[in-house]
């Protein structure tokens, strides 16, 4: 049973540039002394100046190598996925050695360890009373936040967005660091954002003008939480900035198995912490997914997620009114090929979906976008490009240094089935489906 794993896919798995080049060298069977693969797991020998054992999970495509490279996954493991992509009868089918099944055994354990303490939680919980004390006294120092929060913004709509600075973003910054040690923090990410608005495009008054009013909205709500229902107090929580621990996600979230679509992923960074945003479509279900996963500097994210793949998985999604963050519970088969279209027929029925999600939660910031037969289009006179819908409406894309020739290209002027991120503006592109195969656009 060979896997379907393609090249573009393993050059997504790279941590950098070099080490995606170094896996190209190494991916002929002739560096190879021992390649194998059955049900759930790839392995290799390489040989380089020792011989290196490399073993890949294929549900999860989690890779471990004995060479001393801190890069995960290092060259010896692309080059054996590589390998796999470019010659795949090179690698037969049969059992797996010793050094495999220890770490595939090892690999369950752990697993099991972890679903058993997600849905059962820590064995030692602290006091009540102290959990209690903890949480009043974080709320008061939120509110007191909050308070000086309210009053800045009262300053700084009194005073007109006219008399912001046309560089500086020091007070944005300033107020996010107050927010910092009220322990909002998700307050603080807001006003970061907001810091690069002022007088980067010409109706960026009414762009920062309605994000203070969101800011404002959940600055009220929070003060009264008590008149939301629970799942609309999460959300608000959250977005605020009080976090939830992956079991107690488990505990109270919402699990959802599914057929699930990897369409897209990109990479972002604050200070210096990285973000993964990874975008997942239900088959059978119809609903969209963000996983969000966080690395230091150069360290690598946890899991990996093969774009332009389908899974069987099970997911739980975050507590919320209309929840769209979620992790991954169990992916017990094997990544496939996505077979078959997806997304609405025109821009009109996913901006209907788009008003639905904000109906119910208000702060939302993107959304994922399905469309079917889709065409993009380069308008040389605003030197801007669009994506048209199959009755000819259009959006505007998101302005990029790369610009968009490879969706051209992989158009070629004819239909094809979108997926990108909306974020109220413009289009960002993830990926496409061209001929049953999906290509990834960042």
């Not at 697993?111 to 209690?132: D, F, I, N, R």
């Not at 004390?133 to 939120?142: C, P, V």
């Not at 910092?180 to 960026?204: C, E, F, N, Y």
């Not at 604050?270 to 500097?297: M, P």
Request: charged letters at 20%; hydrophobic letters at 40%.
């Amino acid at each position: 049973m060979n896997i379907h794993v393609t090249v573009d896919q393993v050059a997504k798995m790279a941590p950098d540039v070099s080490v995606a080049n170094a896996g190209r060298k190494l991916s002929l069977p002739k560096n190879w002394k021992t390649v194998g693969q059955n049900a759930q797991a790839l392995w290799g020998e390489c040989q380089g100046s020792a011989l290196y054992q490399v073993r890949i999970e294929l549900s999860t495509l989690t890779t471990q190598c004995s060479c001393p490279s801190r890069k995960i996954p290092c060259k010896h493991s692309l080059g054996l996925l590589y390998l796999c992509a470019n010659t795949p009868t090179a690698i037969a089918t049969g059992e797996p050695p010793d050094w495999v099944i220890s770490w595939l055994n090892k690999r369950s354990a752990i697993q099991q360890q972890k679903a058993t303490l997600a849905t059962q939680g820590p064995t030692k919980k602290p006091a009540a009373s102290s959990t209690q004390k903890s949480t009043a006294k974080r709320q008061e120092k939120i509110l007191q936040g909050i308070a000086q929060l309210d009053l800045w913004l009262e300053d700084l709509i009194r005073n007109g967005l006219g008399s912001l600075d046309t560089h500086s973003t020091t007070i944005w910054h300033q107020q996010a660091a107050k927010m910092v040690d009220a322990q909002a923090l998700g307050l603080a990410q807001a006003l970061r954002t907001m810091s690069a608005i002022p007088h980067a495009s010409p109706d960026w008054t009414e762009k920062l003008l309605g994000k203070l009013g969101k800011l404002a909205l959940l600055s009220e709500s929070y003060h009264h939480l008590e008149r939301f229902a629970p799942p609309l107090q999460e959300d608000i929580k959250l977005l605020v900035g009080w976090t939830l621990k992956e079991a107690e996600v488990h505990e109270r979230g919402e699990h959802v198995s599914d057929d699930w679509f990897m369409l897209g992923q990109q990479t972002s960074e604050v200070e210096r912490n990285r973000v993964q945003s990874t975008w997942l479509y239900g088959k059978e279900t119809g609903r969209s997914a963000q996983i969000l996963q966080f690395a230091y500097a150069s360290a690598p994210f946890a899991e990996n997620f093969p774009l332009g793949m389908q899974q069987r998985a099970e997911i739980v999604y975050w507590p919320g009114n209309d929840p769209q963050r979620a992790l991954f519970v169990r992916r017990p088969d094997m990544p496939q090929a996505i077979q078959g279209s997806f997304g609405a027929e025109t821009l009109d029925a996913f901006f209907a979906q788009v008003a639905t999600q904000l109906a119910k939660q208000p702060w939302r910031e993107t959304f994922l976008c399905l469309l079917q037969s889709a065409i993009p289009i380069y308008d040389s006179n605003q030197n801007r490009w669009y994506l048209s819908d199959q009755v000819g409406q259009a959006v505007p894309l998101v302005e990029t240094a790369n610009e968009h020739w490879k969706l051209l290209a992989l158009s070629g002027g004819h239909p094809l089935d979108f997926a990108g991120e909306w974020n109220g503006e413009a289009l960002l592109p993830l990926g496409v489906l061209v001929d049953h195969t999906t290509y990834h656009l960042l």
